[in-house]
Every structure is written in C-alpha cells, then in structure tokens.
C-alpha cells in the first residue's frame, strides 16, 4: 500500500468507529468529503489495522520517502503532503485517533524525519513524561543539525508548551491587568473543557531540556517563545 493511499484510508470513517464507537467524550466522529468523494458515495471504509500501517510506514520510509508527525493536532491538522495527524479525538483531518503511547504499535522506529507538536505535552501526567519523550525519539531518524538558511535538518521535535516561569513572572507584575487568577487558572490547569483538556505538567527550558536530553535528545535549541510559550526543537 502507497503513503497516499494509506492515508486516505486512515482519514476514513471506520478506523474511527472501530476503537471508540460512534461517540467519544462528546465528539460525533466526522466523515471525510474528500475521501467519500474519491471513493465513492456507497464505499465501505475499511479499518487499517496497527500491523498493516506499522509495515506500509516502513516501506515508505525504506523507499526515501518524507514522514513527519503532527501529534495533538486537534483542529489544526498539517496539510503538507509529508505529515500524518494524531490526536486522541477523531476530528476532520486526523489521521491516527490512537492512545500516544501506542505510538510504536503504528509507526516503526527510526522513520520519522520530524515531529510536530504544540500546546501538547502538558497534558500528559509528569510521570509520564520520561516515556513519552523517549517514543518520540524511538520513532524519530538519527537527528541531522542544519546546514543554514532555510534547512532545519532532520530528526528533530519541535513542540510549544506554556512557559511557567513567564506564566509566574506576569502574574506576579502588579503592572501586567490582563494576568489575573483566572488567566493563571488557564496557564496552569488549561481549558478543562472537556476530559483531555486538561494540564497534567509544567515546564521552564531547563526543565524541559533536562528531560529531553535524558530520553536521547543530542541537541535543545531555545528559538523565542511564542507570547507566553515555551518554544524548542530537539534533535535525536
């Protein structure tokens, strides 16, 4: 099976269904237009096993072709060709609506050339992050530096995630009125407004680094933050 063809059949319908029913935490599963279009009004939407895209990802890989991951993508799914979207909710674009931590049972190691992820690893429990940040550079290729201009290189992370000694810093500055105790609320716990919405961890560079490079990451660069976010790229 080819990279597009695989992809049109995980954006499909039943892959869906088949892990968490017709609903999930509120969210009616979305048919894919594109999909029913190219496929047909009356196609059945076959569900892709782990093993089935574990094997097709290897062999798009073993072939030179580009594969990167946009985790946590919710409602911003990446639409360059390149890019498969996961998320814990099944949403229009995702391709993978799986557990992150069963990332390796869908996505061999050493095939990822980069991975995207923003306002995402908060919500996950601290505890767990030692073994999130470690599948991610499991699956990620050996980490290759810039070369300049434009290149970023490959093997990388790339992820935002709320700054808490900015959070802190604003909060504390009598001169700062938009940082109240509900914006603090927000910073820190996030939206709550449904179950994984929820802030289970909280980081400043040195502490994100640290446990970046004990999972295997070589090099953490500090690009500026996005308002009052963390900004970091992370190559294996």
Not at 80 to 106: S, T, V
């Amino acid at each position: 099976m080819d990279f597009e063809t695989l992809k049109k059949r995980l954006l499909a319908r039943g892959r869906i269904i088949a892990d968490f029913g017709e609903d999930v935490h509120g969210y009616t599963p979305f048919y894919n237009e594109e999909l029913q279009g190219l496929l047909g009004p009356d196609a059945e939407f076959p569900v892709i096993q782990p093993e089935e895209c574990w094997k097709a990802l290897q062999e798009y890989a073993d072939g030179g072709g580009p594969l990167s991951l946009n985790l946590g993508a919710g409602a911003k799914p990446n639409k360059e060709p390149e890019f498969l979207n996961m998320d814990a909710r099944p949403m229009m674009g995702i391709h993978l609506c799986i557990d992150m931590f069963d990332l390796l049972k869908w996505v061999p190691k050493r095939t990822v050339e980069k991975i995207i992820t923003r306002d995402f690893v908060e919500h996950f429990c601290y505890r767990d992050i030692p073994l999130l940040l470690r599948t991610w550079n499991q699956v990620l290729k050996p980490g290759v530096l810039p070369a300049g201009g434009e290149d970023l290189g490959t093997g990388y992370v790339e992820l935002t995630t709320p700054n808490v000694r900015t959070v802190m810093k604003r909060y504390l500055d009598p001169e700062d009125p938009e940082c109240n105790w509900v914006w603090l609320q927000y910073h820190f716990f996030g939206m709550m407004s449904y179950s994984y919405n929820v802030h289970q961890s909280l980081f400043d560079f040195p502490s994100l680094s640290t446990r970046l490079k004990a999972e295997g990451f070589s090099r953490v660069i500090h690009l500026p933050d996005e308002a009052n976010h963390l900004y970091v790229r992370a190559y294996k």
